[in-house]
């Protein structure tokens, strides 16, 4: 027999040549913290604190009951599902989907995002995505064995890609555009004047856009964010995807779709239909709930972020940062004081408060000099947070 030592089996070079994902290693500092007997208020994570809406958990209760929920589901999405998700499409964008043939339903958006960049991308190949960015949005592309071109967003552009820091060269050869607006982590917000130009520039170029709208009821004001299907020929160039884990507190359920013409949704229900099954059906009765259910309980959502929003804006501000504000998503981006990077200060300041913010660089290279503050606690502990920091003598300088 082969001696144990001298097997070899390794991870493909693709996987290991992933960059370090930022977020785990924060995991180790909340650890050792914790073992320290330090009380953690994580302002780190994108999970929403609060419970699903009643109504999605019933629906899911008597789903299954039902026998018929314990087969395998459809591929697609049952035709009820995407009759629910093409009247919300219109009801909250007033864009026209056909049930049909133009929604993929998912097992949350992040699959999603992951299987349409291995389903559209070749070794080699070049896709734009705007840094900082949600992880998988260039990970997908690396995992393709891609190569990714990064745009700076900057504070000066209100956290919109400049078109113009895009070579011709890497347009030409570009395959997919990746946009995610209302934005993680900087909460921008795309105006049609921003997406009109992005429709027309991957139009010109033949570049697929993806549009991540996880984001795209978490808002406030009145704020009504737009759809890319409302820009004139966006539909042939783009794909819309959304997620029920921010807008109905359902992150532990795995549910969001894609919208987008017949041709690229085939494409993408052909990569999943040799990976997996579907959404089961129990959590496809639940979010075919939360899309009918009245809006009341989504702004029921909103309302205790948004108090949570003005208490945040209103420390930070007296703590010295400059806030950027918009009327959306649950996340904060601030600054980090000079004399640090991002993964230095943040350590710090954990170990002074308990306190944990998420390092900028967990977003991407180019993003060392900010660090992202999420809402999702109670208003007493961000309270203490505050209360721990002032104390801490923690403040922008
Ligand atoms: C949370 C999030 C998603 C995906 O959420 P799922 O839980 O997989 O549906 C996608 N994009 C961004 C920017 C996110 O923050």
């Given amino acids: 027999m082969i001696e144990t030592s001298k097997i070899n089996i390794k991870a493909a070079d693709k996987l290991l040549k992933l960059p370090k994902y930022i977020f785990a290693e924060l995991d180790e500092w909340k650890e050792e913290a914790r073992k320290k007997g330090i009380d953690l208020i994580d302002l780190g994570i994108g999970n929403p604190d609060g419970a699903t809406p009643a109504p999605v958990v019933e629906a899911a209760l008597k789903s299954i009951q039902d026998p018929k929920s314990h087969g395998y589901p459809s591929f697609r999405g049952k035709i009820e599902f995407r009759q629910a998700i093409a009247d919300w499409m219109k009801r909250r964008y007033n864009v026209t989907i056909d049930p049909y043939t133009e929604i993929q339903t998912l097992i949350g958006e992040k699959e999603g995002l992951a299987n349409v960049a291995m389903a559209f991308t070749n070794p080699g190949d070049i896709n734009i995505v705007p840094d900082p960015y ?60 921003f997406l ?52 109905f507190n359902m992150a532990g359920w795995r549910a969001g779709f894609a919208v987008g013409k017949k041709e690229f949704i085939d494409i ?88 944990v913010f998420t390092p900028g660089i967990a977003f991407g290279d180019m993003s060392d000099d900010h660090f992202r503050f999420s809402i999702v606690q109670s208003e007493a502990r961000l309270k203490e947070a505050f209360r721990r920091m002032r104390e801490a003598g923690i403040k922008f300088s």
């Fill in 134 to 193: 949600y992880p998988v949005l260039s990970r997908g592309t690396w995992i393709a064995s891609g190569e990714v071109f990064h745009v700076k967003l900057k504070k000066e552009n209100n956290f919109l890609p400049d078109l113009n820091e895009i070579p011709e060269e890497i347009a030409k050869k570009a395959k997919i555009f990746f946009i995610n607006y209302p934005n993680n982590p900087t909460a921008a917000i795309a105006p049609m004047e």
């Fill in 268 to 355: 993408i229900y052909a990569m999943k239909s040799n990976i997996d099954y579907g959404t089961s059906t129990l959590v496809q009765d639940a979010a075919i709930k939360a899309l009918t259910m009245p809006y009341e309980y989504v702004q029921k959502i909103m309302d205790e972020y948004d108090e949570r929003r003005e208490l945040i804006a209103q420390n930070m501000t007296e703590l010295g940062w400059d806030v950027y504000r918009t009327p959306a998503t649950m996340y904060f981006w601030l600054k980090i004081p000079k004399g640090y990077t991002s993964k230095e200060w943040c350590k710090m300041v954990l170990e002074k408060t308990g306190v």
């Fill in 196 to 247: 009109e130009r992005v429709v027309d520039f991957c139009r010109k170029y033949s570049i697929l856009l993806i549009s991540d709208m996880a984001y795209g009821e978490v808002v406030f004001d009145n704020y009504r964010p737009i759809s890319i299907f409302e820009v004139e020929g966006a539909k042939d160039v783009a794909i819309e995807f959304h997620s029920f884990s921010k807008t």
